[in-house]
C-alpha cells in the first residue's frame, strides 16, 4: 500500500508572439504549397482541354512532273508525260503539246 506524502501539480505555461519563426515558416510552406498549382492550372489554361486544334500548313513544291492521258472519241488514247519511260510506253500515241507553268 502506498501513501501520498507530498504532491505538487506541474503546470508549464509557454508563450510566444504573434510573429515568430515557426509562424512564419508555416504561412510560407502553406504558400508555397497552394499557390504553385494554382499559378500553374492558370497559366496552362485550366485543368482540363475543353477544345484542342493543331493546324499546320504543308510546304508543297511543285516538282513540274505531269502525266497526261486522254481517251479519245472514236476510241483509243494518246497521252504525254515528263518521265520518258510512259513516253516509250505510249510510242505512237504521243502527242506532245505546249505547257508553261511557275511557282510562286
Known sequence: MR???WSN???FTYTTSILSRATVFHGVATLLTVL????MAYRSQGFWLRIATY???PEIHFKHEV?????LAKGGQVGWATYNT???FLVEHVRIPVIKSREE
Open 3 to 5: 501513501y501520498t506524502v
Open 67 to 71: 502525266i497526261m492521258l486522254a481517251d
Open 86 to 88: 510512259v513516253n516509250d
Open 36 to 39: 504553385p498549382p494554382l499559378l
Open 9 to 11: 501539480p506541474a503546470q
Open 55 to 57: 493546324r499546320e500548313q
